[in-house]
């Protein structure tokens, strides 16, 4: 796949072509850039047949997340998202441009995959289960159908933090870094707060801190953030220094640890009074 340029779009809108309905054939609907595939001698891709129909549960499924960002409403999302088809919109880029006479001069085009940078700096790729939602988001932009593993690694592979479901319809979702990880490595994905593995890792952060004498976790606030919010049970007595000290030596380990970091967006403390 060729490498995105970045469009320096929000992700909230259009990326500079019209958005109406588009009668144009797709890609394995007769022709490409106007050469017939008669003839041809095609690889398997494993979508021969292929309608570029979208799953309505997967999207009653995102509308539930765009309605209540719940951590069980994104874990059905997710368990529905990885079992999906999905469509990676490229797009015709102009390379080796140059400017004769004052006029620019268009050399030739290649396919490149379409990645957004939102408000924030950061890279998204778009996605889209049919279709439909792809043609109503950019008519000219052609499909890519890609298992939900291929389409993660294909976003990690472009620098995109972030993947954006049905970008432009009323249950558009963006799938956070944990997500995005989770699909790459075709590993389900669970809330950070109930995964075993961040868990564990929270356990061996804390283990020899003999001013903790408790800890658990949650999910941090607001809801949908991804967040992880640690409680830490501390002794009596300690000062303000002690505490931001504790909690520094506990962040630092927990950055220390690749897996925790592709498993939990960001990580919050909270400090309670040891009742022993």
Avoid: K
Wanted: hydrophobic letters at 40%.
């Amino acid at each position: 796949m060729s490498t995105a340029p970045h469009q320096g779009h929000n992700h909230g809108h259009d990326h500079g072509h019209d958005h109406g309905a588009s009668g144009r054939s797709l890609p394995w609907e007769g022709d490409s850039h106007g050469f017939s595939w008669h003839g041809r001698e095609l690889s398997a891709s494993g979508f021969e047949t292929d309608t570029g129909q979208g799953d309505e549960r997967l999207r009653a499924a995102a509308q539930a997340v765009a309605d209540d960002p719940s951590p069980e409403h994104e874990q059905q999302l997710m368990d529905r998202v990885a079992a999906a088809r999905w469509l990676v919109p490229i797009v015709a880029v102009p390379v080796d441009t140059q400017i004769h006479d004052g006029m620019r001069v268009e050399g030739h085009a290649e396919m490149a995959a379409v990645t957004l940078t939102g408000r924030d700096g950061e890279s998204a790729l778009p996605v889209f289960s049919g279709i439909d939602s792809l043609a109503a988001w950019d008519p000219q932009a052609r499909p890519v159908p890609m298992t939900s593993d291929r389409a993660a690694q294909a976003a990690v592979s472009e620098g995109c933090a972030t993947m954006l479901l049905d970008l432009g319809s009323a249950y558009a979702v963006a799938l956070r870094p944990s997500m995005v990880w989770a699909l790459a490595f075709a590993r389900p994905w669970l809330p950070s707060h109930v995964d075993d593995f961040v868990a564990s890792s929270v356990v061996r952060a804390v283990g020899d801190e003999e001013i903790v004498r408790f800890h658990r976790l949650g999910p941090a606030r607001p809801i949908g953030s991804g967040g992880l919010q640690i409680t830490l049970g501390l002794a009596a007595g300690l000062t303000h220094d002690d505490v931001a000290a504790l909690a520094t030596r506990v962040g630092e380990r927990l950055a220390a640890d690749g897996e925790f970091r592709a498993r939990v967006d960001a990580v919050s403390f909270a400090i309670e009074a040891a009742d022993h």
